[in-house]
């Protein structure tokens, strides 16, 4: 807890550096790039695209909401996977990619993460703001618990930070946790009711519904589809949100804890 403290202290006291280099990583992926920033955008929105026709147009699913077109109950739950998917990835490998920082003895190595998740944080502030134009430009007028997407990205943001820690500290010495990560993100996209809604195994799989609602990332979908639909705050949720804070800080601690024991290796192996 001493550690836990010191260290959040330590991201107080040097928060403009930690914004400084989070800025020069966010224009740094797009260096010599043709097209730049427009590729931040091309990919998430051609998978939106491609959601919406196979689910609305082929399958021709109903949408769970009633009178909520499917590409809008769509939206607010893949929006903050596409943010916790690339910062879980970036995260991942942040201590490689910065290596030249982990060997310097003077750097504070715990703020690299907190670096990279703010990067990330910056792609994800131009969808959230996409994702509200798509809903004025359907006619859906502003409600009070839009406010709420920023309690559900903070939520998100503190998932990705402690799993980045365990990953990131165990990809310098095991380099095949990048493609663990990438996989275990592959199947927890479909894990998570982004796509589908989780009542379509009430009559024949009802089981599966409390085994959905394990995945923390249930939470924060689930989160931004009442902010932006329902208009239900986190609060009518009190179990699930009980349940997301306690899962969330355990796997916080384990992450600060691996990552503490390994850090004074990492400039050997980098």
Not at 88 to 111: A, D, M, P, R
Not at 217 to 232: Q, V
Not at 248 to 264: D, H, M, N, S, Y
Request: glycine share 6%; charged share 15%.
């Amino acid at each position: 807890m001493d550690y836990l403290i010191s260290l959040m202290g330590e991201m107080v006291r040097k928060r403009r550096l930690i914004w400084d280099l989070a800025k020069a990583d966010f224009r740094k992926r797009f260096v010599g790039s043709y097209f730049g920033v427009a590729w931040m955008f091309i990919q998430p929105v051609v998978t939106i695209l491609i959601y919406f026709f196979i689910f609305q147009v082929g399958f021709k699913s109903v949408p769970p909401v009633p009178g909520v077109p499917y590409v809008l109950w769509l939206i607010p739950g893949i929006v903050p996977w596409f943010y916790y998917s690339e910062a879980l990835n970036c995260l991942t490998g942040c201590l490689q990619e910065y290596s030249y920082l982990v060997k310097k003895v003077v750097f504070q190595v715990e703020i690299l993460p907190v670096i990279k998740l703010i990067s990330c944080m910056i792609v994800h502030g131009f969808f959230v703001l996409i994702m509200l134009l798509v809903f004025l430009c359907y006619g859906r007028m502003p409600m009070v618990s839009w406010v709420q997407v920023i309690y559900y990205t903070f939520c998100a943001s503190v998932l990705a930070l402690g799993l980045g820690y365990l990953t990131a500290s165990v990809n310098v010495f095991f380099k095949d946790m990048a493609q663990i990560v990438s996989i275990c993100l592959q199947f927890g996209m479909w894990l998570t009711p982004i796509m589908y809604h989780e009542d379509m195994f009430a009559i024949r799989a009802p089981w599966v519904i409390p085994l959905l609602k394990l995945n923390p990332f249930y939470y924060i979908a689930a989160g931004y589809r009442d902010s932006m639909l329902t208009g239900n705050w986190f609060w009518e949720r009190p179990r699930l949100t009980v349940y997301y804070w306690v899962v969330t800080a355990a796997i916080g601690l384990v992450g600060l804890k691996i990552f503490k024991r390994l850090r004074p290796h990492f400039s050997d192996v980098l």
